[in-house]
């Protein structure tokens, strides 16, 4: 399934590259996150809770980054599995500066799911998702003014 | 031949009478009994753990966590069941490739849903957490869940030792297609599918095994058409001696196919509690019953019917892609054959070719589904009749009515080699068109058309192949077995190895059984479903129920008025004595005595007639010598919304030629359920897999069984053309409503667009599907 879309953040674009890449930040701001820690290089171990219709599951799994050009663009690519199913998204995010102190993120990637999430949950996980993503620009933008 | 348009019986005749099913009090007042109401002492529950990838290798199951929560009896993976048998297919074609399937994986997964681990604990709720709690390492693999793309050069192979994903070639042809193409002034050609379906009974599958380590016996119940096949099978499969297996199919809330067939699960259960010693429980999930109990269809056709000028069919040429899916269950590869067999439909013309490819998906098995094999072959052939009437703008019944095989051609040998027993085809089309006013309903489509509606007559004409069959044409025997047992107060016990599961047998056969026997109907019950009770039979399936089972009632019932005879003869001191209405009496003197009294002085036995046993009893195996070929037509009237796409279906006529009916409340009941499933593959369901082999329709809310409110009247109206090939005439009418269904709701709705240009359009035929036709014809 495609995913794309873009979100505004009332930042400039080093510092919400560098938020966006930044553990502490991401662990607030990822809805239903409930841990993510550093593994290694642009790696990181994630837990996260997530609802789906009837379906709610704990999800672990990996966040990587990848092709990291400061501070235009880096590659997202998730994968988590869970009691419900499993997941895997891979992404492009691209950040341009809109004005001095606001930035657009777009993305632009492939999900797929498996399992039980896939057989009951599809039709919702494109709308699910899009929320998921507009929740946690919403929140990164609310914790603008922590962001260094 | 003769034919009659009503049913010609006497009054007092129970053959044909409209009487109530009796199995219905229990079902509809909630005192059934079916799997998952069975409580033993000691029951335990196992859940199953499942794969979530359509294709990976199984790199580490940990059984540990799950193993060491409390309540947690057993945990057993794919290395602890290998030795169980493989479960089986029982289908054999020429070439097959037969892929072994293990009971639980090992190694290697191959479709979403494949069974890893099972977990037992004394509470289902354990069981359940517990199943959470089992660690599968796997490493995902590509996969393929499209037929057509996993022919295609480079797709993944869904079983690495056939690259090429075939499991297996089929050719048949009859007469000479070429030189019928050759000689056709008009060829139609058309890719034609019929889309995966999920059976959808109310009742999923549920197993409880009961190993009793004493008697090193294994009891099964299961939810099953096939009790007596399951214990063979089951007991191959677990090694264990037939004698001592037993399986019990208490209630079936539903089979139509999909319980004819031998699962992992049923073995499973069975290991389980010998390991465990413990009865163990499983009941299938809404969700697993989707993604595990195999599918129906899955079919792409690509049809070509050739034609003369006039209309005269010359012959069809076939190239059928089977999705088989990942396994063969029991009869996966067998049933695009009847589709095959099935191919020159009712029409008389006699050059045929077919080429079958059954081919591997990273998907769930397909296999028997109501109509298997003949509903796709009728769709194909009905869509091809009217396509061709279409291109010869001829009227959809003129073209049938001038190809129909005529009354005086039966019995007629087909070029696949079939023998139809007997017909009168146009009679039920005769008799559709003249209750559906079809003059009437073309003047009203002009008039409709005329003020910019979409309006639509369409029908179909369908045959289909019964009666399961002669056991030379049948994997497992297709004969089926009844003992009637007089009890000394004379009242009757018939048992049936049939196994009817819904299609009424409990009421059809105590009324054969009191006509015969010239007793009331109460005074029978019949039982079924347990082979320590039962004598060995075969099931039901197929339209068979009746058509086989009912012929060797009706024969063991023959032995026993002989023998009834015989003690009349002996208590009247007489030669001359007539059986009738429950009394033999003598000719001469016009002494009597009831049955009753016979069957007392049969098991008192102070004095028995010459050369007699004592007691009241026969069993009879009756070997049919042919098919039975029902037929029938089914007019459609719809009419579409240019707006949304909807379909309304506005009026559907049903003529069906089952043979002699024995119940007509019951045929109609059975056409009217094969009509809604006919329906559900005509305008809702479908299963859908993405290009990972993930099942997307994996639950009621995403896969749309038709619903009572979707339902039309159906005017279900029958012609009786009796069946030479048995003694009561019948023919079956179990898939009959589904097999004639599908074809004439769509060729209904290509008629209603077919002033927009459409020609031809594939199912299900969803309003999305349907607005988009229509925007095509407009541009």
Same mark, same amino acid.
């Given at each position: ?148 | ?38 409580? $033993? ?50 289908? /054999? $074609? ?58 295609? @050069? ?39 599918? /019929? #889309?995966? $379906? ?43 001696? @037939? ?24 073995? $499973? ?15 299938? /999930? ?135 027993? /007997? ?21 009203? #489509? ?247 082999? #993930? ?85």
């Amino acid at each position: 399934m495609k995913i794309s879309g873009a979100h505004k953040l009332p930042l400039g674009r080093d510092r919400a590259f560098r938020a966006m890449q930044d553990p502490a930040v991401l662990a607030q701001c990822m809805p239903g996150c409930e841990s993510l820690d550093r593994t290694g290089e642009d790696e990181y171990a994630m837990r996260m809770k997530m609802a789906l219709a009837a379906v709610t599951g704990q999800f672990q799994g990996k966040v990587r980054i990848a092709d990291s050009a400061f501070p235009e663009s880096f590659r997202l690519i998730v994968e988590g599995s869970g009691k419900v199913g499993f997941m895997k998204g891979d992404g492009l995010v691209r950040l341009t500066e809109a004005a001095p102190d606001s930035t657009e993120v777009a993305f632009d990637g492939d999900v797929h799911v498996g399992g039980t999430i896939a057989s009951v949950g599809q039709r919702l996980i494109d709308g699910t998702a899009k929320l998921m993503i507009k929740r946690f620009f919403d929140k990164l933008a609310a914790k603008a003014a922590e962001v260094e | 031949m003769a034919t009659t348009t009503t049913t010609p019986t006497k009054t007092e005749s129970l053959i044909g009478k409209r009487l109530r099913r009796r199995e219905d009090p229990r079902l509809i007042t909630g005192n059934a009994t079916y799997v998952d109401d069975i409580q $033993l002492p000691g029951m335990h529950y196992a859940c199953i753990v499942r794969s979530p990838h359509a294709a990976a290798n199984v790199k580490k199951v940990d059984i540990q966590a799950a193993a060491a929560m409390p309540g947690v009896v057993a945990v057993f993976t794919g290395e602890d069941t290998k030795d169980v048998g493989p479960v089986p297919c029982g289908a /054999s $074609l020429p070439g097959l490739r037969v892929p072994y399937h293990h009971i639980l994986a090992v190694g290697r997964v191959y479709f979403v849903g494949h069974p890893v681990a099972v977990v037992v604990a004394a509470d289902k709720y354990v069981a359940r957490d517990a199943a959470e709690a089992v660690e599968v390492e796997y490493e995902e693999l590509p996969a393929v869940a499209d037929p057509e793309k996993a022919l295609a @050069e480079g797709a993944p192979a869904v079983h690495p030792e056939w690259p090429d994903n075939v499991s297996f070639n089929f050719h048949q042809e009859g007469g000479d297609c070429a030189a019928a193409f050759a000689e056709a002034d008009v060829v139609v050609k058309q890719r034609i599918t /019929s #889309q995966r $379906l999920i059976p959808t009974p109310m009742e999923t599958r549920g197993v409880v095994a009961d190993w009793k380590t004493g008697d090193r016996s294994l009891i099964v119940y299961s939810s099953t058409q096939i009790p007596h096949l399951l214990r063979t099978l089951v007991a191959g499969m677990l090694a264990l001696p @037939e004698h001592k297996t037993r399986v019990i199919t208490p209630e079936v809330g539903g089979g139509f196919g999909c319980k004819l067939n031998v699962y992992a699960e049923e073995a $499973l259960m069975g290991f389980v509690s010998m390991k465990t010693g413990k009865p163990v429980k499983w009941i299938e /999930s809404r969700r697993e019953n989707y993604l595990c109990t195999i599918h129906g269809r899955g079919h792409v056709d690509y049809f070509e019917i050739a034609a003369k000028n006039d209309g005269t069919i010359l012959g069809m040429k076939l190239k059928l892609i089977q999705d088989l899916g990942a396994y063969h269950q029991l009869l996966t590869p067998a049933i695009p054959t009847l589709s095959v067999l099935m191919m020159p439909g009712l029409y008389r013309f006699r050059n045929i070719t077919a080429d079958i490819v059954g081919v591997f998906t990273n998907c769930v098995p397909t296999d028997a589904y109501r109509g298997a094999g003949r509903r796709e072959a009728t769709h194909g052939i009905e869509r091809m009749v009217d396509l061709l009437a279409a291109e010869l703008k001829m009227d959809p019944a003129e073209i049938r009515l001038k190809n129909f095989i005529q009354p005086e051609e039966f019995p007629f040998a087909t070029a696949t080699g079939l023998t139809y027993d /007997s017909g009168d085809y146009a009679l039920p089309l005769r008799k559709a068109l003249e209750i559906s006013d079809y003059t009437g309903l073309r003047a009203k #489509q002009v008039e409709a058309r005329a003020a910019g509606r979409l309006m639509g007559v369409g029908m179909s004409t369908y045959g289909e192949i019964c009666a399961f069959g002669p056991s030379p044409a049948t994997p497992a025997g297709g004969w089926e077995s009844a003992t009637v047992k007089i009890e000394p107060s004379g009242k009757v016990t018939v048992l049936t190895g049939a196994s009817p599961h819904g299609q009424g047998e409990e009421t059809t056969f105590a009324q054969i059984a009191a006509e015969e026997l010239g007793i009331d109907v109460d005074d029978v019950v019949v039982l079924h479903g347990d082979t320590a009770i039962v004598q060995y039979g075969i099931g039901t399936f197929g339209s068979r129920g009746t058509a086989v089972g009912g012929p060797a009632l009706y024969y063991a019932l023959q032995e026993l008025k002989a023998k009834i005879k015989r003690f009349g003869e002996m208590m009247l001191d007489s030669s001359d004595v007539s059986f009738a209405g429950g009394v033999c009496v003598c000719n001469q003197t016009g002494r009597s005595c009831t049955l009753a009294e016979v069957a007392g002085a049969a098991h008192r036995a102070m004095k028995l007639p010459p050369k007699t046993e004592p007691g009241m009893q026969a069993t009879y195996f009756w070997e049919p010598p042919n098919f039975t070929f029902p037929f029938g037509a089914h007019i459609v009237v719809t009419e579409v919304d240019r707006d949304t796409g909807q379909i309304e279906v506005t009026r559907y006529v049903a003529v069906d030629d089952c043979g002699r009916i024995i119940n007509p409340l019951i045929v109609d009941g059975q056409v009217h359920g094969g009509v809604a499933q006919g329906l559900g593959q005509a305008l809702y369901e479908q299963a859908v897999y993405d290009d990972n082999g #993930q099942l997307l329709s994996g639950e009621l809310t995403d896969y749309a069984v038709p619903k009572a409110t979707m339902m039309p009247w159906v005017e279900s109206h029958h012609t009786e053309t009796p069946s030479p090939v048995n003694p009561l005439g019948v023919k079956g009418v179990g898939e009959a409503g589904t097999i004639g269904c599908s074809p004439a709701v769509v060729n209904s709705v290509v008629d209603a667009l077919s002033q927009l240009g459409v020609r031809h359009l594939d199912m299900p035929l969803t309003p999305e599907k349907i607005w988009n036709a229509i925007q095509g014809g407009r541009a």
